[in-house]
């Protein structure tokens, strides 16, 4: 059964340091997401992409953050410069289109900020 | 803004219960909400749909019913058993948006 792909499992950087957080979303979907959660805290939408630009964020999604799509597979996450705060498990989803609503979720990145 | 709520927060059952996990939302206008399945440090396991128009969606031993009007939204797991033991969460998709948004989930623990 296809499945969304994250790498790696967990990533330790220092505070300031740039970190990117990699996703492989199931083949034939077309919307593609980010998400956190803070260790005890709720799961928080961070942003959606769709053809290949950002359809919606949220607020916790400002300037440090930023998605690409660099070839027809993969998806990525980058922090530019990591806080202490955005240590949380981030995980990617994925959702085929308007018809079909599911989103699939992956195993999640745990990004640990020391 | 769309706040999603669910009771109870923690919930120990012995083996072979049937159990009910409530989840409450305060707009109901909603594209769908999905049911979610989470163990310890890992990822999310979609459990079950159900659009904005229909009442109920089955899965196995899961039934998942919605009330769209009144913001309700119930998981009832029949027979119980220890692998059901899991943190479940409750997400909405409010209209007009790509996002989901959820709630802090049911910790659910199914002992022998």
């Known amino acids: 059964e296809p499945e969304v792909t994250q790498t790696p499992s967990h990533q330790v950087t220092q505070m300031g340091q740039e970190v990117i957080l990699r996703c492989v979303p199931i083949?034939?979907?077309?919307?593609f997401y980010w998400y956190r959660q803070i260790l005890g805290q709720k799961v928080e939408f961070l942003v959606s992409f769709y053809n290949n630009e950002i359809s919606e964020k949220s607020e916790i999604f400002d300037d440090q953050f930023s998605v690409e799509r660099p070839d027809g597979s993969n998806f990525t996450l980058k922090i530019r410069s990591t806080k202490l705060e955005d240590s949380a498990m981030y995980f990617c989803?994925?959702?085929?289109?308007?018809?079909?609503?599911?989103?699939?979720f992956g195993p999640g990145t745990r990004l640990t900020v020391l | 803004k769309q706040e999603v709520t669910q009771i109870p927060a923690a919930l120990s059952v012995p083996e072979g219960e049937n159990l009910v996990l409530n989840c409450s939302f305060t707009?109901?206008?909603?594209?769908?909400l999905q049911w979610f399945r989470q163990d310890p440090g890992k990822g999310l396991t979609s459990l079950l749909l159900?659009?904005?128009?229909?009442r109920e969606q089955t899965s196995g031993r899961l039934n998942a019913s919605l009330d769209k009007s009144s913001g309700r939204s119930t998981l009832y797991i029949a027979a119980s058993q220890p692998g059901d033991s899991a943190t479940y969460l409750c997400a909405v998709r409010p209209h007009g948006y790509n996002k989901l948004i959820f709630g802090a989930g049911t910790r659910l623990a199914v002992h022998p």
């Open positions: 989803a994925s959702r085929y289109r308007e018809l079909r609503n599911e989103q699939f």
């Open positions: 159900i659009q904005s128009s229909q």
């Open positions: 707009d109901s206008a909603i594209y769908n």
């Open positions: 083949s034939n979907h077309l919307y």
